[in-house]
């Protein structure tokens, strides 16, 4: 029998596996572990507590902390008295957090330390509790206390019938309340139900790599991010396996050494930069080496076009390989495949790719480096996967096929439409945005796709996104933009040309890789700036923008390209926590230039005219 509620596909886990490590995480530099039973003890502790302060089922509170244990203590302590958890990314300004906690109506807060605390105290946001999971010292103001004072008043007024009480909770209760990144305007509220996420966990569950006990998962994306949240979480625990905390994403390498995961969720940028660097040590070392990976790297992707090749039962059975091709194929494993992933932990059996599109080219040299890499494809509003390459049978370039408790179809202008249990109920106090989400039953998801032969989806771009030209030609940037981002010299791109003749790519460069390439060949700057001035700086980054949009058509290749000298990042407004562009606030920002660019261009062109 099904679970009803996330609170009651927990607690099967905790009574099969008591005492297996729940979770791993830093203290002090030394690895802490919590069992499954501990776990459920503290959330138990944490739901009295909360009781106790008067949350009741409905209100609102929110967790603004990076991952950890209390976050997922604080969740299901909140499901399991029916209240809903809203969480906000700890990386938000004062100004953000207020909108969404004012918008929310949220009644409390769980904070992670004094730094976040600070942040809602001075948006002004108007909450009854602030709890923070690491304060600096205990309070003494009203409405202002530590989790361990939360969980004292829970022992002291644990609840009675708790059990019997989160056993009665529907699949259509609220769980969540998930405000989505706001790419291209005001973050909206969206309304995700218990029975939204168990659809997609079962679902997952049986369309993926099949996930064990034994598995061990490195996280380092924020679980305010429902692909996290969904796939590094409560597909996790339903499992049973270890979820191990990373410490930033500074520190993944060091935590990939230590921890050794087996498994692993991550945006496409974390592959991006993997890939980059790989490529950067074997361009570097001698011929020999080059050679020889070269070589490992052929055979891994002749293993990967088998793979695509067999038959399901074939590749069960064993039979998918020639004896004398798995000779020549362990070769290349113990020389190549075994010290790449060494340099990982060791141990990747399987890797998930979501929260945006992954250039195939990358997909496939992971493959071929006997590191499969499962790309999904889903929004905030679905809870969040709706199609995903299967174990069996993953297709580089595609996000997959659908769930099988899913429908999906292509509008008449290629949009991805979908409908089913995971889908949500729609957006908190927006009305008129949740109607025009929806066409009758069916999820306007907002992205153009297109199937294959056998009925694997490919996202092409945002359907606000698709460029216009004057030309009358039509232009999906983000798979220009995603081969551009290839380059270990360039961290994000950005192509712009709506109603212009031509499109022009802004760039921001990956200044880790840039820097040292710019010392060794001359510049003598420390300033970004300067740097990004220097001739030699400047060719470098048209070359590379030449070089992975030459396979493009020609009005699909920038015809100019703006260095951007500051990075972009979260704190300064260009990039969502999950990392993703907000192309409003860098087109207005760059407007000046844009267009500036574009006049001297026309002007350049008239000129020439006038001298023929």
Partial sequence: MKPSNLVEMLYRTVTKYPQKDAFMWKINGIYQHMSYEVFWEKIYVAASGLKALGIEAGDKVAILSNSNPMWGITDFALASIEAVSVPVYPTLPPEQITYILKNADARAIVVEDEEQREKVLAGGAECDFIITMYPEAEFSVQGELSFS??????????????EEAWKQIEPDQLATLIYTSGTTGKPKGTLLTHGNFLANVEAVQFWFIELLPEDLALSYLPLSHVFERMAGHYTLLSVGCTIAYAESIETIQNNLQEVRPTIMTSVPRLFEKVYAKVLDEINGGSPAKKKIFNWAVGVGRERYERYLSTSVQDLIFGEAMPKNFMRKWRLADRLVYQKVKKQLGGRLRGLVSGGGTLNPDIARFFWSLDMPILEGYGLTETAPVITLNPMSRAKAGTVGKVLPNLEVKLSDDGEVLVKGPSIMKGYYKNEAATLDAFEGEWFKTGDIGEWDEEQYLRIIDRKKRILVLSTGKNVAPQLIENAINESPFIEQSLVVGDNRKFIMCLVNPDYENL??????????????????????????????????????????????????????????????????????????????????????????REEAVVRV
């Avoid at 004072?149 to 708790?162: C, D, H, P, Q, R």
């Fill in 149 to 162: 004072s939360l969980e004292a008043l829970g022992k002291e007024n644990l609840i009675t019938g708790w």
């Fill in 515 to 604: 820097l040292p390439w710019a010392k060794k060949n001359g510049v003598r700057s420390d300033s970004l700036e300067e740097i990004c001035r220097y001739k030699i700086v400047k060719d470098l980054i048209h070359q590379e923008v030449a070089d992975r949009t030459s396979g493009f058509a020609r009005y699909e290749q920038p015809k100019k390209i703006l260095i951007i000298s500051e990075p972009w990042t979260v704190d300064s407004g260009e990039l969502t926590p999950k990392l993703s562009l907000r192309i409003n606030i860098i087109q207005e920002k760059y407007q000046d230039l844009i267009e500036e660019t574009y006049l001297e261009a026309e002007a350049s």
